[in-house]
């Protein structure tokens, strides 16, 4: 059972995407948008998009942006 709120498969078709995986990862992984944009985006918090982007296997990137020299 799905007890999920959001239908990202839906959305993710209506925003003209194949599937919900290719929706989160040309948003996370290809236009580089943050958790925190994402989920202004969606109107979401960023708990659930970081629960659709693992459920996704999509991996996350470090933190620290343009300025983590680590």
Do not use: C
């Amino acid at each position: 059972m799905n007890n999920r709120k959001y239908d990202w498969e839906l959305m993710a078709h209506q925003l003209d995407y194949s599937s919900s995986y290719s929706m989160w990862q040309d948003l996370y992984q290809t236009k580089k948008l943050s958790t925190a944009a994402i989920a202004r985006k969606f109107g979401v918090s960023q708990n659930t998009v970081r629960a659709e982007l693992i459920a996704a296997n999509i991996p996350f990137r470090s933190r620290g942006g343009p300025n983590n020299t680590k």
